[in-house]
C-alpha cells in the first residue's frame, strides 16, 4: 500500500480566535494520489491547503508530512524549511499573493533559484512551461498588469517550475480559459503519471470528474462531510445540493422556463418540475 504523504487527526484552525475555519479534520492523503478538496465557500478548502504547505499550523490536534509532524517547530529549523519547500509546491487561490517579482519571468525563475537550481536548468524549466502554458509574451509583463486568467497561468507556470513532488492547487482552473484547462489537465495528468501527489481545491467538478482518485467533500460547519470517490461523491445528488454544490439551474426559452440541476457531467441529469414562466413569454 502506497505510504501517506500527509496524516491529519481531528486538526482545527481558526484563523480568528473562537471562529473556526477547520473543525475536527482527520485524513490521509496518500503518495500518488489526486486529491480532490470540494465544498462551499469558506467552508475551509483554502485553509486546509494553507496547513499542507506549511504556511500555518494545526491549532489543535496532529498533521504529519512525509511522516514527521509539520508545525512551527520543524518548519522553524532552516533545513527542514529547505527540505520541505523543494518537496512541496502550491498555487495559492489569490494569483496576486504569488507573483511580485517585476516581471513574469522573473517570478517563474525565482522558486528554483531560492532552491540553488543551476541557472541553465532553471532558463530550461521557464522556456519548458512557458511554452506548454502558452505564456509567451507574458515572460516579460509585470503581474499587475496582467488580467486575472493570465496572472493564474503564470502563478501556475511558477509553481511547475519548482518541479516538486506535491503539488497543492488552490481553484487552478478559476479564469483560465478552455485551451489553458485543457494544457493545465495535461500538465496534471503528467505529473501524476510521473508519481506526484496532487492535491487540488475546486468548484469545477468537472475538474474533479477528469482528474480526481479521491474526493473530500467540507461542510459549512468546516468538518469533513464526506470522503469518497469522484463516482460515489459525484453521484449523490441530494448530497451535493446539500453541500451547495450544485444548483438548480434555470433556462429561458421562447416556450417559458425549465430547470435542472447543474454542476457536473457524471450524474445523469435530473429533472425537477418544470416552471412556467408568467407574463408574455410564457
Ligand atoms: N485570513 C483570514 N482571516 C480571517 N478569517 C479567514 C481568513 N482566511 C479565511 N478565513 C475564514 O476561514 C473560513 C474558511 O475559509 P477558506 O478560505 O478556507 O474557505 P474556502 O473553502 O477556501 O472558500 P472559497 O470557496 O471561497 O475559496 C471562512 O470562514 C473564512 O471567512
Ligand atoms: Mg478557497
Given at each position: ?27 490521509a ?51 527542514l524549511?529547505r ?48 511554452r ?8 516579460e ?8 486568467g493570465?496572472?493564474?497561468?503564470a ?13 497543492l ?15 493545465l ?22 475538474l ?24 460515489e461523491?459525484?453521484t ?11 444548483h ?35
Amino acid at each position: 500500500m502506497a505510504e501517506n504523504i500527509y496524516e491529519l487527526k481531528d486538526v482545527s484552525y481558526s484563523w480568528v480566535d473562537g471562529r473556526p475555519a477547520l473543525d475536527g479534520v482527520s485524513l490521509a492523503i496518500p503518495s500518488g494520489k489526486r486529491v480532490a478538496i470540494i465544498g462551499a465557500n469558506g467552508s475551509g478548502k483554502s485553509t486546509l491547503l494553507t496547513l499542507l504547505d506549511g504556511l500555518a499550523f494545526a491549532k489543535a490536534g496532529s498533521l504529519t508530512a512525509f511522516g514527521a509532524a509539520l508545525d512551527a517547530k520543524a518548519l522553524g529549523r532552516p533545513d527542514l524549511q529547505r527540505a520541505f519547500r523543494r518537496r512541496v509546491g502550491y498555487v495559492f487561490q489569490n494569483s496576486d499573493a504569488q507573483l511580485f517579482c517585476p516581471t513574469i519571468r522573473e517570478d517563474l525563475e525565482f522558486g528554483p533559484l531560492q532552491l540553488d537550481v543551476a541557472e541553465g536548468e532553471v532558463a530550461r524549466r521557464v522556456e519548458a512551461i512557458s511554452r506548454r502554458l502558452g505564456l509567451g509574451d507574458l515572460l516579460e509583463r509585470p503581474p499587475h498588469e496582467l488580467s486575472v486568467g493570465e496572472k493564474k497561468k503564470a502563478a501556475l507556470a511558477s509553481t511547475f517550475t519548482l518541479e516538486t513532488e506535491v503539488l497543492l492547487l488552490d481553484e487552478p482552473t478559476a479564469g483560465i480559459d478552455p485551451q489553458t484547462m485543457r494544457d493545465l489537465v495535461d500538465l496534471l495528468q503528467e505529473a501524476h503519471a510521473g508519481g506526484r501527489t496532487i492535491v487540488f481545491a475546486t468548484h469545477d467538478l468537472h475538474l474533479v470528474e477528469e482528474l480526481a482518485d479521491e474526493v473530500h467533500v467540507f461542510g459549512r460547519d468546516h468538518r469533513l462531510a464526506r470522503s469518497g470517490t469522484p463516482e460515489e461523491i459525484l453521484t449523490d445528488h441530494a448530497f451535493l445540493l446539500a453541500q451547495n454544490l450544485v444548483h438548480i439551474h434555470v433556462h429561458r426559452h421562447a416556450h417559458g422556463v425549465h430547470q435542472h440541476e447543474h454542476g457536473h457531467a457524471i450524474a445523469p441529469v435530473k429533472k425537477v418540475p418544470a416552471r412556467r414562466k408568467k407574463g408574455k413569454r410564457g
